[in-house]
């Protein structure tokens, strides 16, 4: 179930059970990091960014298997349908880059983050980087 920010903004975040359930799920020690939304812009707050993007990268594989072994092929976007695909379901499943990249992005907002998504591109060793 999503919350709504009290900034009166239409952008979903997670719930404070959600949140710990994702923290579960990549193994991250709350016990030893903590955070206040109003801390996030701080040197604490990069600190707390750098284990979580850790325990994130390293918990939650970048796959395409719903692309090759679905009978709907069905990707979603929708924050609620990304965590029940990679959190809830605990089957150690992760998502495209587009997948993983929502999720997290959802949580750092939820956590009080300032997240900007923008786009971005692989560029091979000696490619022309073109369309």
Known sequence: ???MPAN??????????????????????????????ESART???????????KHQLSQVPFENLELHYSKERHISLDTDDLFGKIVASKNGRGGYCMENNTLFGTVLKTLGF?????????LLSGGSGGW
């Open 1 to 3: 179930m999503k919350q």
């Open 8 to 37: 009166g903004s239409n952008e979903a975040l997670y719930t404070r059970e959600q949140i710990n359930d994702y923290f579960d799920y990549i193994s991250f020690p709350v016990t030893k990091y903590s955070i206040a939304p």
């Open 43 to 53: 040197e604490d707050g990069l600190t707390y960014l750098s284990a979580l993007q």
């Open 114 to 122: 300032e997240v900007i998504a923008t786009g971005a591109r692989v």
